[in-house]
């Protein structure tokens, strides 16, 4: 149980287009769903919290206009991070908080999505 | 001061030993407790949640919470190579803080031969 999946698993782009990653909770609904980044060699960076059928609550420092999320269902969140420059190539991971088995607000994490920005 | 402190390590252990990990606190509203594994490249697994003072055992692996002390351990008995990864130790202090849960940078495990 408790099953998070990521897609894609990882993306090259163009400067300048963007990409969309998308976050199921495969066998329970969360309504919950949070958003982090990784540079190599640091610790998880949260970027939003997202909650179903509501906007995004984003962190300080990050830029809502340029990472969009999107809650649409209790098992599907997208980010699309608009207009990509390389300065936004990282590690790209989702958790959804919730289901069997762990607390009310334990966090499982998606297996992430490489994003490279040529 | 930081919210989650870990040391960074590497711990090293040999093969077989107890790996003793730790990690402090600094807001004493924290409710909730958890230990990830992760692996180079890959993104954290769970390992264990704790809420309340005491032990929770799961197979090898112990955690340890003390809410006085604002400190919580995670022990791995009979450590294998396959335990080697960064294990991050996560707090999440309530509604009041979003319930979110806050990261400590990791310490290093490796466990050899």
């Known amino acids: 149980g408790a099953v998070v999946s990521q897609h894609p698993s990882w993306v090259i782009c163009k400067s300048g287009t963007s990409v969309k990653i998308e976050c199921r909770s495969l066998?329970?609904?969360?309504?919950?769903m949070f958003w982090y980044r990784q540079f190599p060699k640091q610790s998880l960076m949260l970027m939003a919290t997202?909650?179903?059928?509501?906007?995004?609550?984003?962190e300080q420092g990050v830029e809502k206009d340029k990472f969009l999320i999107n809650h649409a269902s209790l098992t599907l969140s997208t980010l699309t991070v608009t207009s990509a420059h390389p300065e936004d190539s990282s590690f790209y991971i989702c958790?959804?908080?919730?289901?069997?088995?762990?607390?009310?607000?334990?966090?499982?994490f998606g297996p992430g999505t490489r994003l490279t920005v040529l | 001061q930081k919210e989650v402190e870990q040391n960074s390590g590497p711990l090293s252990v040999p093969e077989g030993a107890i790996a003793s990990l730790n990690c402090t606190y600094s807001?004493?509203?924290?409710?909730?407790f958890f230990w990830y594994r992760q692996y180079s490249g890959k993104s954290p697994e769970l390992i264990m949640f704790?809420?309340?003072?005491g032990d929770k055992e799961d197979g090898r692996f112990t955690a340890q919470l003390n809410k006085a002390s604002q400190y919580v351990s995670l022990l791995i008995r009979d450590s294998q190579p396959s335990d080697s990864a960064t294990y991050l130790c996560?707090?999440?202090?309530?509604?009041?803080?979003?319930?979110?849960?806050?990261f400590g940078t990791g310490t290093q495990l490796k466990v050899e031969l």
């Open positions: 958790s959804a908080r919730g289901g069997p088995g762990g607390g009310t607000d334990t966090q499982y």
């Open positions: 066998d329970f609904q969360a309504t919950t």
């Open positions: 997202s909650n179903e059928g509501s906007k995004a609550t984003y």
């Open positions: 807001d004493r509203g924290s409710q909730s």
């Open positions: 704790i809420y309340s003072n």
């Open positions: 996560a707090v999440n202090i309530g509604a009041g803080g979003g319930n979110k849960l806050t």
